[in-house]
């Protein structure tokens, strides 16, 4: 007869040799074919959609080959505040001076390429969206959030002129970008640009304006289509022949004759909503560049 220890003791030893001798348990092996089914995937989105765009007629470039290459030269401490924040800055024409601006609402003007701090100027009270040299080098345009437009003398480092305009029906608007363009291709006459928003939750135009070079009073300004959307980009010709204008909700881009401000070509991106695009003009004919992510557009527009 065994006894109740008997039986406990070859429980036990029951348990341990099944222990002992049981079969290892199977792991699930990982299969990375899920990852890589992820990148085939994104791979095939980006290929069908590239292949959009050239059934579109875009220009599709590989984003990973730079178009240029960068060196890195130097770089300075611009302001110590807890959270530093440089919006805008531009190299002037004759690659003397460098404008920088910021959340501070200081304009910092340093001399190039040794970038020794020439002005330090208390600009806006808030902070500067925009700037731009004159083609002579001899101006400099800030325009900020608090709804001003500024020119300074660039050697003396002082305000030039403010340049003011009495908008439609006593809405409240914005200047947004603004650009210096050469007349006729001379440096030392030019014309400014601007675009300007409305402010506020109602839906008038947004504006395109000319100033007049020396006493930057607004010479004329034309209207985009009621409910069109706010402008967001703003860029002139080497020559001065042509501004251009982009949308910020539709994706349209209009190009004007800088003279007459009479509209030259219109195009409607519907896909797109951000970018940047330049003008050129080669002879005859103008060249109208559009970038948006690794995407480029160009139109040709001959200008007799």
Same mark, same amino acid.
């Given at each position: 007869?065994?006894? &109740?220890? +008997?039986?406990?003791?070859?429980?036990?030893?029951?348990?341990?040799?099944?222990?002992?001798?049981? $079969?290892? $348990? *199977?792991?699930? $092996?990982?299969?990375?074919?899920? *990852?890589?089914?992820?990148? *085939?995937? =994104?791979?095939?989105?980006?290929? $069908?959609?590239?292949?959009?765009?050239?059934?579109?007629?875009?220009?599709?470039?590989?984003?990973?080959?730079?178009?240029?290459?960068?060196? /890195?030269? #130097?770089?300075?401490?611009? /302001?110590?505040?807890?959270?530093?924040?440089?919006?805008?800055?531009?190299?002037?024409?004759?690659?003397?001076? &460098?404008?920088?601006?910021?959340?501070?609402?200081? &304009?910092?003007?340093?001399?190039?390429? +040794?970038?020794?701090? #020439?002005?330090?100027?208390?600009?806006?009270?808030?902070?500067?969206?925009?700037? +731009?040299?004159?083609?002579?080098?001899?101006?400099?345009?800030?325009?900020?959030?608090?709804?001003?437009?500024?020119?300074?003398?660039?050697?003396? @480092?002082?305000?030039?002129?403010?340049?003011?305009?009495?908008?439609?029906?006593?809405?409240?608007?914005?200047?947004?970008?603004?650009?210096?363009?050469?007349?006729? @291709?001379?440096?030392?006459?030019?014309?400014?640009?601007?675009?300007?928003?409305?402010?506020?939750?109602?839906?008038?135009?947004?504006?395109?304006?000319?100033?007049?070079?020396?006493?930057?009073?607004?010479?004329?300004?034309?209207?985009?289509?009621?409910?069109?959307?706010?402008?967001?980009? &703003? =860029?002139?010709?080497?020559?001065? #022949?042509?501004?251009? #204008?982009?949308?910020?909700?539709?994706?349209?881009?209009?190009?004007?004759?800088?003279?007459?401000?009479?509209?030259?070509?219109?195009?409607?991106?519907?896909?797109?909503?951000? @970018?940047?695009?330049?003008?050129?003009? +080669?002879?005859?004919? =103008?060249?109208?560049?559009?970038?948006?992510?690794?995407?480029?557009?160009?139109?040709?527009?001959?200008?007799?």
């Amino acid at each position: 007869m065994y006894t &109740l220890t +008997d039986k406990i003791t070859a429980y036990f030893k029951l348990c341990i040799f099944r222990v002992e001798h049981r $079969r290892p $348990r *199977r792991q699930r $092996r990982r299969e990375p074919q899920r *990852r890589d089914c992820g990148r *085939r995937d =994104a791979k095939a989105h980006i290929q $069908r959609h590239q292949a959009q765009e050239r059934a579109d007629g875009l220009q599709v470039r590989n984003p990973q080959s730079p178009l240029f290459p960068v060196t /890195h030269l #130097t770089f300075l401490l611009i /302001h110590s505040m807890p959270e530093p924040y440089q919006k805008v800055c531009r190299l002037s024409p004759n690659n003397a001076y &460098l404008a920088t601006g910021g959340d501070d609402g200081v &304009l910092r003007v340093w001399s190039f390429p +040794d970038l020794y701090r #020439t002005h330090e100027i208390e600009a806006h009270e808030k902070e500067i969206d925009d700037l +731009d040299f004159s083609p002579d080098g001899a101006r400099l345009a800030t325009i900020s959030k608090d709804r001003r437009c500024l020119v300074w003398d660039v050697k003396k @480092g002082k305000k030039h002129a403010e340049m003011g305009w009495d908008p439609p029906r006593g809405v409240k608007y914005l200047f947004k970008r603004v650009r210096f363009a050469r007349v006729e @291709g001379d440096a030392k006459r030019y014309k400014c640009f601007t675009i300007s928003n409305p402010v506020g939750a109602s839906k008038p135009p947004s504006y395109l304006q000319r100033w007049d070079g020396k006493t930057f009073l607004i010479e004329k300004a034309v209207s985009s289509p009621e409910g069109g959307g706010s402008l967001s980009a &703003l =860029a002139v010709s080497d020559c001065g #022949t042509f501004v251009a #204008t982009g949308s910020m909700f539709d994706g349209t881009v209009e190009i004007f004759i800088a003279f007459s401000l009479q509209v030259r070509e219109q195009e409607l991106l519907k896909r797109h909503k951000k @970018g940047f695009f330049s003008c050129t003009k +080669d002879s005859i004919i =103008a060249s109208v560049h559009i970038v948006i992510g690794p995407v480029s557009k160009s139109y040709s527009i001959r200008t007799f």
